[in-house]
């Protein structure tokens, strides 16, 4: 049974043994008939959703890419607007990971028209972050400006200057942008938050520019360290 396989899939996911979940996920996906008029392509998105957060968790992006494309097409023809339209953002992310920015923003952008055509303004503003980052990699700040005072305002995902749990790695992009434009203690604050949450490589990566910038070169040193010594724990557990 797909249900069952796919149960077993995210339990496996759990125990963060992915290669057993992907074959539980696969397995599932194997079992549904899309050519009975009774399949349940909710079901199927939702399979191959969890199939690309397992494929992104171990750096398989091209692989997390399809799965995240066939996600969002079943959404669609289960009927589910929302997320055939979220599962859209994941593909932009998808993409942001493989280094395809033009790719990534342009998706992004078809999901925030898409929201505001169905009514979904609060998830149009929520799909701001991979154009927020962009444009601050690229210097155009302005832009980025835009972008981020639409999340922060419209989204609903904000209680002040906190994020909701699970956005967290949003500090990042604020930090940089707070770093770029001169408002350093602003951007050390968002750079020392990662660190509650469990981004130290971004927290410390951060805070090794944020220290270069003050021309404090030991304590920049120490944190570009320290940040390649996470990159590398990172690349062992792919």
């Known amino acids: 049974h797909a249900a069952a396989r796919m149960m077993l899939g995210s339990i496996y996911r759990d125990m963060d ?108 503003a929520g799909a701001c972050p991979t154009i927020i980052y962009t444009h601050i990699v690229q210097g155009q700040y302005d832009s980025a400006r ?20 699970g956005r967290e790695h949003y500090y990042y992009a604020k930090g940089l942008y707070c770093l770029r434009t001169q408002q350093l203690d602003s951007a050390k604050y968002y750079f020392r938050e990662l660190l509650k949450y469990d981004y130290q490589y971004e927290a410390y990566k951060g805070l090794a520019d944020y220290y270069a910038v003050l021309q404090v070169s030991d304590s920049s040193k120490k944190y570009y360290e320290l940040a390649e010594e996470e990159l590398d724990e990172k690349y062992k557990k792919h």
């Not at 599932?28 to 968790?57: F, H, P, R």
């Open 146 to 165: 835009l972008y981020m005072n639409k999340f922060e305002r419209e989204s609903g995902l904000f209680n002040g200057r906190m994020i909701e749990k």
């Open 17 to 124: 043994n992915g290669p057993k979940a992907v074959r539980s996920y696969l397995e599932a996906l194997e079992l549904a008939d899309t050519t009975s008029n009774e399949c349940n392509y909710s079901m199927l998105s939702k399979i191959q959703g969890q199939l690309a957060t397992v494929y992104n968790a171990n750096g398989m992006y091209v692989k997390a890419l399809d799965a995240d494309s066939q996600a969002s097409i079943y959404a669609k023809k289960a009927g589910d607007i929302c997320d055939f339209i979220r599962q859209k953002e994941f593909v932009g992310g998808d993409y942001y990971a493989l280094h395809d920015t033009v790719r990534a923003i342009k998706t992004a952008k078809e999901c925030i028209r898409l929201y505001e055509k169905h009514g979904m303004p609060e998830y149009a």
